[in-house]
Every structure is written in structure tokens, then in C-alpha cells.
């Protein structure tokens, strides 16, 4: 669900910005751009978000340490 997703990535975007995480701020605001095109295939939108899931968890592996 595209409605759903952008929602989410538009959540997380704000919320990365906000603690400092401008990596993540600018992978969500390039999710958002792919989801928002009409002509974005479902592949493309999964390349974006596989791309920002492996930032974050990167993020996450480091502070585990």
C-alpha cells in the first residue's frame, strides 16, 4: 500500500531528522519521491526502501555495540 508506506517514511524522516540522523532524513525523502511518482514500479520503490532498511540497520548494529 503506497498510502501506508509513505506515511510511514514521512514519519521516520521527520523523526531521523530530528535526533540528528540526516542519512536516514535523506534516504526516507528519497523513499517518498519513488513511492509519490506515478511512473514507480513496485521493483524501484523495493530498491529504496532495501537501501534505507540496510542504513538503519547499520544504526542498529552500532549501537548494540
Known amino acids: 500500500n503506497k498510502e501506508l508506506l509513505k506515511l510511514v ?3 521516520l524522516k521527520g523523526s ?3 535526533v540528528g ?3 536516514i532524513s535523506e534516504l526516507c525523502r528519497e523513499v517518498e519521491g ?3 511518482s506515478p511512473q ?3 521493483k524501484e520503490i523495493d530498491i529504496k526502501c ?3 532498511l540496510g542504513s538503519l540497520t547499520e544504526i542498529e548494529t552500532s ?3
Open 9 to 11: 517514511v514521512h514519519e
Open 16 to 18: 531521523s531528522g530530528t
Open 21 to 23: 540522523y540526516t542519512n
Open 34 to 36: 519513488v513511492v509519490l
Open 40 to 42: 514507480s514500479t513496485w
Open 50 to 52: 532495501q537501501s534505507l
Open 63 to 65: 549501537l548494540a555495540k
